[in-house]
Nanobody, 125 residues
């Protein structure tokens, strides 16, 4: 059974870059047919897809966040990472890493077959 664990700072100042890492166990980030995602859920709102990285290393980003987002991976440590630049308080959310089968997933948990516990990130000075 694959397990995903998010890690990173819980507090980020406005205008800085949010950096999170997802460590994967029980599976490989280079496994064929899988996509690996970053998603978030702001307070009182639904899921928002941020971006995906494929087994090939190709990346796909939400159009609304594309200019500020970078997703990369470290195959030697079986991890993938998120960088979101120029953050504002509107980026405050619980951030999750997840796995699924679609290049661009939907907005419900049914679109993911595994996900981490999530990590709260607050943007505040």
């Amino acid at each position: 059974q694959v397990q995903l664990q998010e890690s990173g700072p819980g507090l980020v100042k406005p205008s800085q870059t949010l950096s999170l890492t997802c460590t994967v166990s029980g599976g490989s980030v280079t496994s064929v047919y899988y996509y690996w995602y970053w998603i978030r859920q702001p307070p009182g709102q639904g899921l928002e897809w941020i971006g995906s990285i494929a087994a090939t290393g190709s990346t796909y980003y939400s159009p609304s966040l594309k200019s500020r987002t970078s997703i990369s991976r470290d195959t030697s440590n079986n991890q993938f990472s998120l960088q979101l630049s120029s953050v504002t308080p509107e980026d405050t959310a619980v951030y999750y890493c997840a796995r699924g089968h679609k290049e661009v997933p939907g907005t419900t948990w049914d679109d993911y077959d595994n996900w981490g516990h999530g990590t709260q990130v607050t943007v505040s000075s």
